[in-house]
Each structure stands twice: as C-alpha cells, then as structure tokens.
C-alpha cells in the first residue's frame, strides 16, 4: 500500500530549460506525490530563479555540496548533460536515494549497465524519463501488436524529420552536438526517445547494419542524420531514419504483418485488417493476387494531449511509495536498450560492417575516446 501521508522528497540537479520546467511543475502541485526539497544552483541567476520557487527549499551550489546533507531528500532528479548522468546516479545510489534520470542514461552502454546494476544491488528505484511511452498513439500501437491483430510481423518502416534543429540550436552551448561534450549527435539526443519506442514496441534485433553521414547539414563531427537496417528472426525487415536536417515535420511508423497493416502518420493511425493470415491466403488463394482477400480498413484519429511529464514524474513518485520498481512506465535498466542502439549504429558506420548485439561496452569505450580525441583536435571548442 501507499504511504499516503507522506511524499517523495526531491532533489533537483540540473536547471536548465527541462529541469525548472519540472520543478515547477512539481511546486505547482501538479504531480501530488511529490515534493520539490532541494536544488543544485551553480550560478546567481539559477540561485535567483531557485528562491524565486519559495523558501521551503535548500539550494545547494553544487551537487557535492548537495550530496553532503542526504537527510533532506528521498531521491535525485537529474536533468543535466548526457556525460554527467552516471557519476551523479552512481553517488545517489551510494547514499541510497532513488533516482529519475532525463535521457539518454549516459552517452556509453557500459555506463547504463553500471547504472542499472547499482540501482539491483541497492535495490532502489530507478526510472527514466521515457515520456513518450505515455503517449496515447504509442500505447494504441503497442496494444495492437500484443494481442495480435497484426499476425506475425514482416516488415518494419520508421521515418523521423520531427526534430529539425538550425546551426543556433547546436551552437547553444559548447557541449551541444559533439563527441566530447554530449557524446554523439541526433542518435544521442533526440533519437534515444525514438529508439527507446521502438524497442519497447518491436524488442531488440539481434543485428544492425548503420549508415550515417557524420556532419551532413552542419560543420561538426557528430550526427544530424541516421538510417539504420536491423534484423530480427524470422526475416522481419526493418528500417529505422532520423534526421535533423530536414524541416518538413513528419513522423512515419509503418508496420506489415501476416494479418493486417498499420500505418502512424503523426497523430492518425490507419489500420487495415484482413479477413485471413495473408501468408495462408498466399498459399491456397486460387487467383493470382490479392483480390479476394477480405481487408477492411479503419482510420483512428488520436487525440494530442500536452506532454506527460506530470505523469511521469508521478509514476516514478508512486514506486518510491510502494517500494515497487515494477510500477515504473520507463525501468532506468530499460535504459540500456536504446543506449546499445545508438552505440551500435555509431560503431556500425565507424567500422563500416553489420555489428551483432549485445555491443561490447569496452571496444565502444574505445572507439568514442578516439572520437573524443580527433574532435578535440579538429574542433577544440567543443567541450
């Protein structure tokens, strides 16, 4: 049962344009489990916002300083750079406090593993903020393909332009779009929500073949664009494209099966059923197409809500109360999985072959400080 007469108490760090949208959101009381005690404000005018919140919080200069009076919170909220993710989640689990982690885990699948095995073996709740699972044409999807209706898949199609981001946007701060600042480029930034749905619809492939133009609308060494082949059992085909450089919006998830087809263009779902398992119909039909398969078609409209975060946030609030991990809508030890797709892909098209999962942490770790390193020298600025 819920301890229902008390909250979650916690701790922010990182105040950036995401996390003082969450502690507001939190100081606001729109998400009732938890409450907003303590914040990390390295600067006078993030301590000036921070009081601005109301006096009932402490506000730490750092997240040393934070992490040296653990009695005044329950768990940490950390919403700061990628490469930071880890150490900060690493010594919250030491002092045995739960964590929310924004996304990506870290830049390094070793990382997520070390995240995740931490949070077991402190047996702490751990949850990412993988919002866009709450997303009501995602869940739709995903209902579709448990109970069926799409028979045994055959080919998978996803095609992202949503995120579209100007030479402003990546030189908003240093560590933005590099190696050594945010470990990657698009795959590492908004592709981990992307990859994320698709792993929680479709589950891992077994290997992945990546083609990306590393640079190809910007002056930097990262990604702004991916196109990523990957292979599952059975022959199921599927194709994965993110880019960043084109400004039409367009969010495209096409998915065939032996019973029905299912097409995601934005917010509207088509969906066509057929009146028997087409690989069947293929073998027996005494025509020599499709005509005499019964298929119906349905167009489902999805309401657009506003982002989930309040959801979210309280989720992760109600798992701390129950001590149930199993509450969480996004696991943070599900966060390995769109972190060993992103390092996959990258080793994919450094190594210009297929590479088979699970990724071997070490050999990653090596490749990225080789990236680190050349990008140091070509482009010193990013940090």
């Known amino acids: 049962m819920k301890e229902t007469e008390r909250k979650v108490r916690v701790a922010l760090i990182g105040v950036g344009g995401m996390g003082r949208k969450y502690a507001e959101m939190i100081v606001a009381g729109k998400v009732p489990d938890m409450e907003l005690t303590a914040l990390v ?126 030479e402003y946007y990546h030189h908003s701060g240093s560590w933005r779009s590099s190696w050594n600042g945010e470990g990657g480029g698009a795959l590492i930034n908004q592709g981990q929500h992307i990859l994320d749905i698709w792993q929680w619809l479709f589950g891992m492939p077994q290997k992945l073949t990546a083609q990306i133009p590393f640079g190809k609308y910007n002056d930097f060494l990262v990604d702004d664009e991916a196109v990523i082949s990957m292979t599952y059992p059975d022959n199921l085909s599927a194709l994965f494209v993110l880019t960043t450089g ?46 005499l398969l019964d298929v119906r078609e349905e167009v489902i409209h999805i309401q657009k809500d506003e982002e989930p975060y309040p959801q979210m946030l309280e989720n992760f609030a109600q798992a701390v109360l129950c001590d149930d991990p199993s509450l969480l809508i996004a696991p943070g030890a599900e966060a390995v999985n769109p972190l060993m797709l992103t390092n996959a892909a990258y080793l994919s098209a450094w190594k210009g072959k297929t590479v088979t999962l699970p990724v071997d942490g070490e050999e990653y770790d090596q490749f990225l400080a080789a990236k680190c390193r050349e990008e140091a020298i070509k482009q010193p600025g990013k940090v």
């Open 41 to 166: 404000c390295r600067n006078a005018q993030a301590k000036a916002w921070g009081e601005s919140l109301g006096r009932e919080r402490t506000i730490y200069l750092s997240a040393e300083e934070l992490f040296s009076h653990p009695d005044g919170y329950d768990a940490v909220l950390i919403v700061t750079p990628h490469r930071t993710h880890p150490e900060l989640a690493l010594k919250a689990f030491s002092l045995g406090k739960h964590v929310l982690c924004d996304k990506p885990a870290g830049v390094a699948v070793s990382q997520a593993r070390a995240m995740r095995e931490a949070a077991e073996t402190e047996q702490l709740i751990y949850g990412m903020v993988f919002h866009q699972r709450l997303y009501p044409k995602y869940r739709k999807i995903r209902e579709l393909l448990r109970n069926g209706t799409l028979g045994d898949l055959n080919r998978i199609l996803l095609v992202n332009t949503r995120y579209f981001r100007t």
């Open 246 to 291: 084109e400004p039409v919006h367009q969010e495209r998830l096409e998915i065939t099966g032996s019973r029905g087809k299912l097409l995601m263009e934005d917010d509207t779902l088509h969906l066509w059923r057929y009146g028997d398992d087409s690989r069947h119909y293929a073998k027996t039909a005494q025509v020599t197409d499709g005509k």
